[in-house]
């Protein structure tokens, strides 16, 4: 059974760089699709974006401008950036990988609250 | 930029059947899934490639995809599955997520 598990700072001061990773154990990070997905307290679900273990990157639009991805194969892990954060970047963050088909999300971390606040 | 359409509310009583739709210009054009969220938990889901159902859910859960609305629909509706509903679908290199609906067990 695959798991992945998010990790990285809770609190991020305005203006700074959010970092994140995301571990993946139980199998395999090669050959799949791996994604960054948020949710404010309360509201729906935002895509940011997701990497291919080549390295191949889609980004949302709206975050494009502030959002790097990256992929360890040697670690089993993918990170996301987001710079120059804002209040509006205050959410859960999942981190999500794609199996069954390239255009769904077959598991999902746990989410980890980052909040930004000085 | 691409938009799927969810109602915000569906309430249904035990036993009976829940249809939960979400719409999208062209939507059957696209493969939609849709995914269960329960309050504090991840998302899972349920539904792939507008009517495959994951290993582990329910025959109850079944989705449907044609024109502009996908539908999502459980039958015989229990208890636990009161949660949010999410509709997920592809345009243009990217994901769009519906707003979510909120599925009340009466």
Redesign the interface.
Known sequence: QVQLQESGPGLVKPSETLSLTCTVSGGSISSFYW?W?RQPAGK????IG?IYTSGST?Y???LKSRVTMSVDTSKNQFSLKLSSVTAADTAVY?CAGSF??S????Y????TLVTVSS | ?YELTQPPSVSVSPGQTASITCSGDKLGDK?A?W?RQKPGQ????VI??DS?R?SGIPERFSGSNSGNTATLTISGTQAMDEAAY?C???DS????????TKLTVL
């Open positions: 994604s997905i729906g679900l935002e895509w997701r889609n949302n639009p709206s999942y069954t088909s255009t769904n999300f077959d999902w971390g746990q989410g | 930029s493969y899934c995914y991840s998302p899972v889901l792939y490639q495959k994951p999410y997920q679908a592809w290199s990217t994901v769009v997520f519906g707003g979510g």
